[in-house]
């Protein structure tokens, strides 16, 4: 199963999720933890937290997140433009 289409999502929390649950598709032992740490953060609930509207990206953790998932340049920008639409007031 491919990775979805980043520039068919208008919520980001969406599209992580269905990154994962393509990502866990064509490997099966990919988990929270493996997420976690090829994005060098500590916390292996954090992406649970974030799909679940429990807890915002913030900067920092935006960038990690895009490493994480491995998007060029192009497609990080608009992940962070769907986080900022999200998070705007």
Known sequence: MAAPDLYSY???RAYLRD????RKQVNPRFSYR????KAG???PSLLIAIVARQRNLTATTCAAFVKAMGLGADDSTFFESLVDL???E
């Open 41 to 43: 953060l500590s916390s």
């Open 19 to 22: 990154w994962f649950e393509a």
């Open 10 to 12: 208008l919520d980001y």
């Open 86 to 88: 999200d998070q705007c």
């Open 34 to 37: 493996a997420f976690a740490r």
